[in-house]
């Protein structure tokens, strides 16, 4: 919000006026610092990068500095050695920033960086007749939150499930269900039943050579378009796209477009003849590469040389493709870390093809979810089912509900909302490039840093709001903002647009998790040290805190993906 700009173009304005000149009012800004306690003030300055050009001490010049600020936002401000701690004005600002929040509602915090032009942001991406595992849920949520993120800062977000629907795994797939394969079996539970069958190829094949051959001889019949290769393709495609959705349906998640690898099939060869044409494709050992010496790079692989193409030729041909389809002015894809060469390979292709919307275009990676310190593996059957984690989430958000609020009568929607609301919430607080490790006990804990704590925090809000007698509060005068733990609150919601802008520059949803326990955290304080219904001259103030941090939690839950019950 504005009042830190307030405090920097204060500053700005004074320096300049003692003789200051080579500092601008961006170098200000990032010198201003949030003191690590309250009391210290909301923002201090540190003299120091003052001395050299003023020729005086950083105390000497704190205190003159001190002297000169005359600001109606600006309380007070202290000399703290060569710092200067300023301490806005609580009554006034306080009265702005609730207002604000009050009256904006669900658009508190909304900015106009995008100007509605479109993001396409590749999430989640899960391989067909596989199923739908933990290893996938940092991609999905992380990709969502950021496609809300992106939505909240004026942009038009493309969600895009780039599913694996396309590669040798499905010749391997095709020979293992000829093999020992039960129809009426895979009919009845088609994911568990495909990925069991996977799980026996790679057993079996490492003391039955041929099984290989044969797997590659079906990948071949499904590329050329043979008719039973392709039907079996397309059965297993479907009945995992049911069970995907049924997942996305419980986080409450969307796409755009389903446009998987095998979409791109018939899109690869104009890719290699513009690569040509351009005579950017050179030799090595029989296969076609791109050269990318200049970057520091190995070169990007586009042919084998049996000619066959490879995953940079799709996302070659999928960048292409969307950029025509939806004239995008960023592009995400949100996609594990191990995958960083490759798309810096694509991301210089691009560029050397003359497309300088490839400088848009951005790699998002993240850690991986780790299982007893390893990375989950389909392939060696060390895997843990989202869908089970998600239900066992639910169930026990349920009895929770049924301990705390036996006779409530929504048990079965808010459960959901906070059993799911939890799995979400444990992968987003950790910065995204740290490794998850499962644990399916820490993700459930209803207490401390969780998303059902920041939940049960706006459910209490709207208790307080449900039993306080109502009047049109954008009327009611506020006074009582002066109190320490009343300012906490506050000083947390005139940051908020500050956090989303943060997220939004460095593609990281733990910003807003944070702030959404922080600010839980401080309501408690507050709510612990005020008699808020008490009927005096400030209750209507004090009701207008509880509907602004009710607002702002649910938005900032909201933007993770995260839904906020009105009771629990």
Same mark, same amino acid.
């Given at each position: 919000m504005k009042y830190k700009q307030i405090i920097i173009s204060t500053i700005y304005e004074t320096i300049t006026q003692i003789g200051m000149s080579?500092?601008?009012?961006?170098?200000? &800004? /990032?010198?201003?610092?949030?003191?690590? /306690?309250?009391?210290?003030?909301?923002?201090?300055?540190?003299?120091?990068?003052?001395?050299? +050009? *003023?020729?005086?001490?950083?105390?000497?010049?704190? $205190?003159?500095?001190?002297?000169?600020?005359?600001?109606?936002?600006? +309380? @007070?401000? +202290?000399?703290?050695?060569? =710092?200067?701690?300023?301490?806005?004005?609580? $009554? /006034?600002?306080g009265n702005e920033v609730v207002m604000k929040v009050l009256n904006e509602k669900d658009n508190f915090g909304k900015l106009s960086i995008g100007n509605h032009r479109k993001v396409t942001i590749d999430l989640s991406s899960p391989n067909i007749a596989k199923p739908f595992s933990m290893g996938h849920l940092r991609s999905t949520v992380i990709g969502n939150s950021l496609a809300n993120i992106m939505e909240k800062c004026g942009y038009t977000p493309i969600r895009i499930n780039h599913l694996g629907d396309w590669g040798t795994q499905f010749g391997k797939l095709i020979t293992a269900y000829k093999t020992w394969g039960d129809e009426d079996r895979v009919k009845q539970e088609p994911i568990k039943e495909l990925l069991s069958l996977y799980i026996r190829f790679h057993e079996e094949v490492e003391h039955t050579p041929g099984l290989e051959d044969n797997g590659r001889s079906w990948f071949k019949r499904l590329e050329d378009g043979d008719k039973e290769a392709l039907s079996l393709w397309k059965w297993f495609r479907e009945e995992s796209l049911n069970e995907f959705e049924r997942i996305y349906n419980l986080m409450d998640i969307e796409f755009d477009s389903f446009n998987g690898e095998a979409f791109y099939n018939d899109k690869m060869d104009a890719v290699v003849k513009e690569l040509e044409t351009k005579s *950017?494709?050179?030799?090595?050992?029989?296969?076609?590469?791109?050269?990318?010496?200049?970057?520091?790079?190995?070169?990007? *692989?586009?042919? /084998?040389?049996? &000619?066959?193409? *490879? =995953?940079?030729?799709?996302?070659?041909?999928?960048?292409?493709? @969307?950029? @025509?389809? =939806?004239?995008?002015?960023?592009?995400?894809?949100?996609? &594990?870390?191990?995958?960083?060469l490759h798309f810096k390979q694509v991301f210089h292709v691009l560029n050397k093809l003359g497309y300088d919307w490839s400088k848009d275009m951005h790699h998002i990676p993240f850690g991986m979810m780790l299982k007893d310190g390893k990375k989950m593996s389909t392939r060696k059957g060390k895997v843990v089912l989202l869908e089970e984690v998600l239900q066992e989430a639910i169930k026990l958000a349920a009895q929770n509900i049924e301990l705390r609020n036996p006779n409530f009568d929504e048990k079965e929607a808010v459960a959901k909302m906070v059993g799911v609301g939890a799995v979400i919430f444990h992968d987003l607080k950790n910065y995204r490039l740290n490794d998850v490790e499962f644990s399916l006990k820490e993700m459930l804990t209803f207490e401390g840093e969780t998303g059902p704590y920041v939940q049960y925090t706006h459910a209490r809000a709207c208790s307080i709001l449900r039993k306080a007698k109502r009047k049109d509060l954008s009327s009611v005068s506020i006074d009582a903002y002066k109190d320490e733990k009343a300012w906490s609150v506050i000083s947390l919601l005139m940051k908020f647009e500050e956090v989303i802008m943060q997220a939004y520059a460095q593609f990281d949803p733990s910003q807003i998790a944070k702030y959404t326990i922080d600010l839980a955290q401080a309501f408690n304080k507050y709510y612990g040290s005020v008699r808020i219904l008490e009927e005096d001259e400030h209750q209507y103030a004090r009701i207008q805190l509880v509907e602004a941090v009710m607002i702002v939690l649910k938005e900032g839950l909201r933007l993770l993906g995260v839904k906020a019950p009105e009771q629990m």
């Open positions: 080579s500092l601008s009012k961006d170098e200000v &800004g /990032k010198k201003l610092e949030v003191p690590p /306690k309250q009391e210290m003030g909301d923002y201090a300055f540190p003299c120091f990068v003052l001395a050299k +050009e *003023l020729k005086k001490a950083p105390v000497q010049i704190a $205190q003159e500095i001190s002297s000169l600020i005359n600001n109606e936002y600006i +309380e @007070r401000v +202290e000399v703290v050695g060569p =710092y200067l701690n300023f301490f806005l004005e609580k $009554q /006034k600002a *950017l494709l050179s030799e090595s050992e029989g296969a076609k590469v791109v050269s990318l010496d200049e970057y520091d790079l190995p070169p990007c *692989l586009i042919k /084998k040389s049996d &000619g066959a193409t *490879l =995953y940079a030729t799709r996302d070659l041909a999928a960048a292409l493709y @969307r950029a @025509r389809e =939806y004239n995008f002015s960023k592009a995400l894809y949100v996609v &594990g870390g191990e995958q960083s």
